[in-house]
């Protein structure tokens, strides 16, 4: 706990579990699994590098260093290969069907109005396997990288993280990965 937050404001614990309410309320079953990771994660490497090493780099803006944003960066592309690349994979195909089916399965697809525009297949503008695995990856590194910089209302970033990365992954693999 910040120490701001033992006297003058509401604790940083409230916003993480309304942030985790929201994502697990609200997005497919691996999306908000990834949102607690990138929280837990990205928010943990972004402050810990950002300490450490942020007054060698760029400010982004008040108490945000390009430092701090380059660690969730790396830190998210991490923690998407290790869900969705060993995680999910190794768990029982059964549990993942229906309302419960992962919105990521392994490939990703350019839209209807993007493949028209290119002129392209759906096989051709299809991705699957290990390269799917490494565009998602660096999306969600991206993703959580600009959720944890900026600043939306003066909200606590255990709140806007999981809520930003839970909004933005969904509606990235609503659009790429239904093909």
């Not at 944003?69 to 995680?87: E, H, P, T």
């Not at 549990?95 to 839209?111: K, M, P, Q, S, Y």
């Amino acid at each position: 706990m910040r120490e701001s937050e033992a006297h003058d404001r509401y604790n940083g614990v409230i916003s993480y579990l309304a942030g985790l309410w929201f994502t697990m309320r609200f997005c497919r079953k691996d999306v908000a699994g990834m949102s607690v990771l990138l929280l837990s994660w990205c928010d943990t490497a972004a402050s810990t590098f950002g300490r450490l090493w942020g007054k060698y780099t760029p400010r982004i803006r008040r108490g945000k260093s390009l430092a701090g944003s380059l660690a969730a960066f790396i830190f998210g592309v991490g923690a998407a290969v290790f869900f969705w690349g060993i995680v999910a994979p190794s768990g029982d195909p059964q549990l993942n069907t229906g309302i419960n089916a992962f919105a990521f399965e392994g490939t990703l697809t350019l839209t209807a109005p993007a493949r028209e525009a290119f002129g392209l297949s759906e096989k051709q503008a299809t991705i699957d396997g290990n390269l799917a695995l490494a565009v998602l990856s660096v999306i969600t590194g991206l993703m959580v990288s600009v959720s944890e910089a900026i600043d939306i209302w003066g909200l606590d970033d255990n709140l806007t993280i999981p809520v930003l990365c839970g909004l933005e992954l969904g509606a990235f693999l609503w659009a790429f990965a239904s093909g």
